[in-house]
């Protein structure tokens, strides 16, 4: 599976990383799913609500999601809640064993942001497996504006 993301959006992503650093950012994603693709059109910044290390751990505020699953419904244009999008700072772009603990919906794509001490950004697409077993690496796009 391919994840397409507009480069203006993954420069969003950088930035909402990189202001919340050294804390983990986190938000959601909207799109369309076709069978071997996922276009992503829009990124929801969402607060870091966890009580826990929130260096090491993300929570998305449920407000938000429940406020984009209506909109979304109510555009009636195909798009969804296709994932979310996370930081980890001082850490590389690929899912950790923590992140595997909160992988409850298979069909949700992760974006992961490692981020550096220098501001240096690497950008990584992930799914679950169904299993919940591990996670699959999927291929990023990231189209120009």
Sequence with gaps: ???QLPSILANQLYAHARAD???????????????????ISEIHPS??????????IFEVDPKLRFDLMRATQSRNDGTDIVGHYHSHPN??????????????E???IWLICG????NNTSLGAFR???DRSAFETLE????SA
């Design 21 to 39: 650093f050294p804390n983990e950012c986190c938000g959601l994603m909207i799109g369309k799913i076709s069978a071997d693709t996922v276009d």
């Design 47 to 56: 607060e870091n609500l966890t009580s826990h290390s929130p260096s090491k």
């Design 140 to 143: 990023l796009v990231i189209e």
């Design 1 to 3: 599976m391919r994840v």
């Design 128 to 130: 679950p497996f169904a």
């Design 91 to 104: 850490g590389p772009a690929e899912p950790s064993a923590t992140d595997l603990s909160m992988a409850y």
């Design 106 to 108: 298979p069909q949700m």
């Design 115 to 118: 981020l550096d001490k220098k």
